[in-house]
């Protein structure tokens, strides 16, 4: 499993920043024409950071990304999962991000550190992805191959591609945002997500109606990082759409890699390969998990022992 990675210099310091839990509240507005998902994420956000080792501008890419993919999560049963991935012509070059029916929330950057060629003058991210591809897949777990679907970017916004993903693709009304707050240390103090969709039966001015609503709600992240929570965004900034809570689930950073998947991985690689690598190391050798940077090291009597000298 993901090997953790210490959040601050200290317990009093996480306590300080990160003083509750994360959550992920689903339920519905409108008399059932709306379904949706809040997601409070700070925790989230700040271990990914921590175990990716990431700075301020990759924390913020990244961690929008996992916001989004626990708000994507509201549709999912059992052992199902959805993700989705971005491949682009900008410094970004691409990222994944994916959640499990149960909370558990992963992904990684393709470019570490992300290049600028001039500080950013604004948390506009569109220059950074520039051209590319959208592709959002769900992993049911009684089905053969994953749901797959691939659109252009648009904005440059995940949110935003991400609804019109939603729009284009299954026609379906969709509205999204996500936010990370940073302080004056440039430590996550806040991150969240809202979701909205419209179910079949919704008023087509129903959503128009939510996204003015939602043009005028705080920066989640700034929201959060001033105590607030989920259930209290709903029933204050849309209360004249009946919220009705569904359910308050618990969401984290974690990774199902282990050491025994990553054996099964070297196992498959080609006898040559395998046995170069066996024989010259260097060792210990470190296999790093993409989705969370666990590192797993491996000594040269270990690799003997996977596939011995013939």
């Known amino acids: 499993m993901v090997q953790k990675k210490q959040m601050f210099a200290s317990p009093a310091e996480e306590k300080l920043i990160l003083n509750k839990e994360d959550e992920l509240v689903r339920f519905l507005l409108a008399n059932k024409a709306i379904r949706g998902v809040a997601v409070q994420g700070a925790r989230l956000v700040n271990q990914m950071r921590a175990n990716h080792e990431l700075g301020l501008l990759e924390t913020l890419v990244l961690g929008q990304a996992c916001i989004a993919a626990a708000l994507l999560s509201v549709n999912l049963k059992g052992g199902d999962r959805i993700g989705f991935t971005i491949e682009c012509s900008g410094p970004i070059k691409g990222l994944v991000a994916e959640a499990t029916a149960d909370g558990r929330v992963r992904g990684y950057l393709k470019q570490v550190p992300i290049p600028l060629s001039a500080p950013l003058d604004s948390f506009d991210l569109s220059p950074l992805f520039g051209a590319g591809f959208l592709e959002v897949s769900r992993y049911l777990i009684d089905a053969k191959r994953p749901f797959t679907g691939t659109i252009m970017l648009q904005y440059g916004n995940i949110a935003q591609d991400i609804a019109n993903y939603y729009l284009t693709s299954e026609q379906i009304p969709t509205a999204m945002a996500v936010s990370v707050q940073f302080d004056q240390q440039g430590r996550v103090v806040g991150a969240g997500g809202l979701f909205l969709q419209a179910m079949p039966n919704a008023d087509e001015h129903l959503m128009v109606e939510l996204e003015k609503c939602m043009g005028t709600m705080p920066a989640l992240g700034k929201y959060f990082a001033a105590d607030s929570t989920a ?25 199902p890699c282990t050491e025994g998947q990553i054996k099964e991985m070297l196992l498959g690689l080609p006898a040559a390969e395998f046995a170069d690598m066996r024989d010259n190391g260097p060792f210990p050798l470190e296999v790093r998990c993409h989705f969370c940077n666990s590192c797993y090291r491996f000594e040269q009597q270990e690799l003997q022992n996977l596939r011995p000298e013939k």
Do not use: R, S, W, Y
């Open 231 to 255: 259930v209290e965004l709903l029933t204050g900034h849309f209360g004249a759409f009946t919220p009705q809570i569904l359910a308050n689930d618990k969401i984290e950073f974690a990774c």
